[in-house]
């Protein structure tokens, strides 16, 4: 009797067949489906709307909340990314160099990761408050009383550049998951390139410049990314910092307040499709990198 | 490359879909036909469970609730409270939460609103089965004020909901021995007001406690209609004769002394709640807050003394008008459990339930025949007013806004503010735009 040979690749494709179709529906048609609804003029629990073309998207584009959003967005994604990338680089090569305890500092600086953006929201809240002087408490207490009084700022409640502020609680939280990103890129590293290095006669400024750094680019651009589609979609520590309001709105907040406070569902759809493709410009050209690696292996 | 992280989470995926569908599955197929035409609840006791959703969570709120439910058990003894309350003041959470539930097809047996506009949102998506016959049964055309009964009748000419309070919204709190310290009486105008926060203000002190964007919607109405006075005041929300007042002279003058006040507000007023802006002036850290009359319940229940502790008025100039709002249940199309639902109305429309909440609640019942002796010091005066004031209705608090108008409103007061409050003009028209949001 012949026995049919089953193809190779059958058991596996079968084995992920259920996450393909949760992915599939979950994923990609309720993308589809929000797509749809963003050119519609829905309004108002469980109504239908009409087809409106991209009539939401042009009027967003074009409203002064919108840009104050994407402007809220882009000092926070400026601030977040940057600081976080500068602190968890220093973290990391102060941790590299083989310092005393550095198993205690490498779980102390990740550890704020472990919150959830409310609960260290909440606490920054409070830190941040923005009186001053007499009545100051937080981080304009602290500052008075190490002397640095004049360093008292109204934080996230300045106008224009509160956003920057807003982004501390993130920076405070990712910067020793970066630490470890960069560290475990300089581990990758053999030490032979260095000896090699000092050999020829580099010193240890230029080790790290002209050696270290370049071969850091790969868990440079992971981090990038990580920290790019987390800004883009910040929500939570916003609400928990500031409730909803204007000054501090991003676009993900706005979309809540369409879609659920105001009902207008249309619209808050074309300001979520909006957030994917952002999202999308900076996750796409990663992946697309990643995958060409891979290829190339 | 497919780890057990993965599976783990797609199983857990795959559970709470499972989840989501088997509750998910009613539509609007169900017993919407049951209404007011065929309406009436059957004559078997209820039993099962009936959840009902609000934003009653903590303070006078939540211990009004628990008394209002220890009174529905005693009348509803075999049907079991299944608590749904989304904390966060005014409800700023908990309408999201219920968006999302309604959308879904899953609604709540009953849920907590504003009677007025705020109930609108839903009655217009179909949500909202009527009510009439529950007044019917349970007596209650006779016993609220034929005003209230006006105000929560729709142009249908059906009920939604049974209001289970009413709540005061124009007033301006102080801490007594403050006041006495600096020699300040209680402002009845706007002036008088001015002239009190310089006092304040030159004695080191924050002049307003305030809180966030829906406080700062809140002490904007009192100051629109302190300027424009009643008559005026009530064509706000109007679209047709809205316009107009919107657009006058006098709310000019109006939004001109509300960014004037803001100068005198605390400089966190923007990351605080009612609460701790309340707290400012019980603290003597700030001279005066304008807030409803649930600071009344909330002082009360930090054991504090009314008139000696604190102290209250209506807002400078608008004395003789009762800005109010109402929370009210409503019986959800397709409740789960309609019988114990419409037991839990009659229960919240009941003396006895509305004796219960009110004195811890910290507002007056929207019964008429209530035991007056058993509420507070504020409360006398408040129940005394009730009965001779104009009535005005509140935007901050749904009476006479839509939840859209509602979030709009929030968004411009904030926005206005941010921006340094000095452009009135653009502020103005923004407003108009907003109120009349539907």
Redesign the interface.
């Known amino acids: 009797m012949k026995r049919k040979k089953t193809p190779h690749w059958l058991p596996g494709f079968l084995?992920?067949l259920?996450?393909i179709g949760?992915i599939f529906y979950?994923v990609y048609v309720l993308l589809f489906q929000n797509f749809l609804l963003s050119t519609t003029n829905r309004?108002?629990?469980?109504?239908t709307g009409e087809s409106v073309g991209f009539e939401n998207y042009a009027q967003l584009v074009i409203e002064d909340?919108f840009q104050?959003s994407m402007q809220n967005l882009l000092i926070f994604t400026i601030a977040f990314i940057g600081g976080t990338m500068l602190i968890g680089l220093t973290m990391a090569i102060l941790l590299e160099r083989g310092i005393k305890g550095e198993g205690f500092f490498r779980s102390a600086f990740i550890f704020p990761m472990a919150l959830s953006f409310i609960a260290s929201g909440l606490v920054w809240?409070f830190l941040?408050?923005?009186?001053?002087d007499?009545?100051a408490g937080g981080l304009n207490w602290l500052l008075q009383r190490i002397g640095l009084g004049s360093l008292q700022n109204?934080w996230?409640?300045a106008?224009t550049w509160g956003m920057a502020a807003l982004a501390l609680p993130a920076i405070w939280m990712f910067a020793g998951y970066i630490m470890a990103l960069f560290l475990a890129g300089f581990r990758g590293i053999p030490d032979d390139v260095r000896e090699a290095a000092r050999i020829d006669g580099a010193n240890e400024f230029q080790i790290y410049t002209k050696i270290l750094f370049p071969l850091l680019g790969p868990a440079a651009l992971s981090a990038l990314v990580i920290l790019g589609h987390i800004s883009v979609k910040v929500f939570d520590l916003v609400v928990a910092?500031?409730?909803?309001?204007?000054?501090t709105?991003t676009p993900a907040v706005y979309m809540?307040?369409t879609?659920?406070?105001?009902?207008?569902f249309g619209k808050g759809a074309a300001i979520a499709s909006i957030l994917l493709i952002v999202t999308a410009v900076i996750v796409v050209p990663y992946l697309v990198s990643v995958y060409k690696g891979e290829q190339q292996k | 490359m497919?780890s057990t992280r993965?599976?783990a989470g797609?199983s857990l995926?795959?559970a709470i879909?499972l989840a989501g569908c088997s509750s998910g599955g009613s539509d609007?197929s169900g017993s919407t036909d049951s209404g007011s035409s065929s309406g009436g609840s059957s004559s078997a006791a209820p039993s099962g469970e009936v959840e009902v959703f609000s934003w009653w969570a903590s303070g006078g709120e939540a211990e009004g609730l628990a008394a209002l439910v220890d009174s529905f058990q005693e009348q509803c003894p075999d049907v079991e409270f299944v608590n749904a309350t989304v904390a966060g003041g005014a409800g700023?959470n908990a309408?999201?939460v219920l968006?999302?539930r309604?959308?879904a097809g899953t609604p709540p047996d009953s849920f907590q609103a504003h009677a007025g506009k705020e109930l609108l949102?839903?009655i217009?998506?179909?949500?909202l089965e009527p009510v009439n016959f529950i007044y019917e049964e349970a007596g209650l055309y006779d016993a609220f004020t034929a005003d209230l009964i006006e105000q929560v009748t729709y142009t249908d000419g059906n009920i939604y909901s049974v209001p289970v309070n009413i709540h005061r919204s124009n007033l301006i709190w102080w801490n007594p021995k403050v006041a006495s310290e600096l020699g300040i009486t209680p402002p009845t105008t706007l002036d008088e007001l001015f002239t009190a926060l310089d006092v304040v203000k030159a004695a080191?002190a924050?002049g307003i406690g305030l809180g966030?964007?829906w406080a700062q919607v809140h002490l904007l109405e009192s100051v629109l209609l302190s300027v424009l006075g009643v008559d005026d005041y009530n064509k706000l929300h109007i679209k047709g004769e809205g316009e107009a007042v919107w657009a006058s002279a006098k709310t000019t003058e109006a939004l001109e002394a509300y960014a004037r006040l803001l100068t005198y507000a605390?400089?966190?007023a923007?990351?605080i709640?009612w609460a701790p802006a309340a707290q400012l002036v019980l603290d003597g850290?700030a001279g005066f807050t304008v807030m409803g009359d649930w600071s009344d319940a909330q002082f009360l229940s930090q054991g504090l003394t009314p008139n000696v502790d604190y102290a209250w008025a209506p807002f400078p100039g608008t004395a003789g008008v009762y800005m109010w709002l109402s929370d009210s249940f409503t019986l959800s199309n397709n409740a789960p459990n309609r019988d114990a639902s419409i037991c839990w109305l009659k229960a919240a429309g009941s003396q006895a339930g509305q004796d219960a909440f009110n004195p811890k609640k910290g507002s007056i019942p929207a019964r008429i025949d209530s035991n007056e002796a058993l509420y507070g010091e504020y409360l006398q005066t408040a129940l005394a007013d009730w009965k001779t004031d104009k009535l005005a209705g509140s935007f901050a608090h749904g009476t006479v806004a839509t939840?859209?108008a509602?979030?709009?409103l929030?968004?411009v007061v904030?926005?206005f503010?941010?921006?340094?409050a000095t452009d009135i003009a653009d502020f103005q028209a923004k407003l108009a735009a907003a109120a009349l949001?539907e």
């Open positions: 084995v992920l259920p996450s949760l979950f309004k108002g629990i469980n109504s909340r104050n809240g941040m408050n923005p009186t001053t007499a009545n109204p996230w409640q106008n910092v500031s409730f909803k309001q204007y000054r709105e809540w307040v879609t659920f406070d105001a009902t207008n | 497919f993965k599976i797609v995926a795959l879909a609007s700023f309408k999201a968006v999302s309604l959308e949102s839903y217009e998506a179909g949500q080191g924050t966030t964007a605390n400089a966190d923007d990351g709640d850290q939840n859209a509602q979030s709009e929030q968004t904030s926005e503010k941010s921006k340094g949001a």
